[in-house]
């Protein structure tokens, strides 16, 4: 399952209106996925059959999503004590492969209490018990997320956008929260399908530096090359 390919018509999605800020990403519509109860719902399932059979669930975009960014970590030096903010963990796979990893001063958050629950029994199953996993709302913690020196987010802002209510508040709010969970100088690592490279960069020029573009698979159409995904690492600067 993929976030841009089940549910938004890039082409025909545009719903800007006077009051949208000055980014390029004012154009998708809006989606279940963006709610709540479709990730409770989803988590919550995830939980049953994870219970049932031991299966994780979804691992969104793939293992190679979360390999890309390791792979990142390992060439910029970032050290195994640092402290890593998964936005959005979901089944927290991603923060079992960071553990397995080396990585020691990990933290999970979502908002989903399903999701929670999940990532909570697959890490004990794990045997990895020091790994913090909170129930929160990334909308609405400012304050509460402080002093990291990398924060991962794969797939969040991508459900953060597609919100039927209040994405362009959200991905405003998402910014200040960003800012302020992230030290001066630390990393954060986004993985979207359905933000290009340019607009993602439009949307975190401020208060960020971008540092590079991970490689992801590409593929051909009518001449043209493009990515289904894409994977940035920035930097937060004052
Ligand atoms: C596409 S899933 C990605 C999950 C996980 N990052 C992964 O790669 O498997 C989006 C996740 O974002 C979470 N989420 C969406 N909005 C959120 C918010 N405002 N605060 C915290 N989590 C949120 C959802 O509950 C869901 O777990």
Redesign the pocket.
């Known amino acids: 399952m993929d976030?841009a390919t089940e549910n938004v018509d890039v082409e025909s999605g545009n719903t800007s209106d006077p009051e949208d800020d000055n980014c390029s990403d004012n154009d998708f519509e809006p989606s279940k996925l963006g709610t709540k109860e479709y990730?409770e719902d989803a988590y919550q399932k995830e939980l049953e059959t994870f219970t049932d059979i031991g299966d994780v669930g979804?691992?969104?975009f793939g293992e190679e999503s979360m390999s890309r960014v390791l792979r990142w970590m390992d060439k910029a030096n970032i050290p195994e004590n640092a402290a890593i903010l998964?936005i959005?963990?979901?089944?927290g796979?991603?923060l079992v492969e960071l553990a397995k990893h080396g990585y020691r001063n990990l933290t999970g958050?979502?908002?989903?209490s399903a999701?929670v629950e999940l990532a909570r029994k697959i890490l004990e199953a794990e045997d990895l018990t020091d790994v913090t996993v909170k129930e929160?709302?990334?909308?609405n913690c400012y304050g509460e997320l402080k002093g990291f020196d990398v924060c991962i987010d794969?797939?969040?802002f991508?459900?953060?956008s597609l919100n039927p209510d209040n994405s362009k508040e959200g991905k405003k709010l998402y910014l200040q929260v960003l800012k302020d969970a992230l030290k001066d100088k630390g990393f954060f690592a986004v993985t979207s399908c359905n933000w290009t490279k340019e607009q993602l960069l439009d949307r975190f020029s401020e208060g960020f530096d971008f540092v590079q573009e991970l490689p992801t698979p590409s593929f051909q159409f009518g001449g043209k090359t493009g990515n289904s995904v894409t994977a940035l690492i920035f930097k937060r600067v004052h």
Request: proline share 0%; hydrophobic share 45%; glycine share 12%.
């Open positions: 976030v990730w979804e691992i969104w998964d959005g963990t979901g089944n796979a991603f958050i979502d908002y989903s999701s929160m709302d990334f909308l794969k797939g969040t991508d459900a953060i």
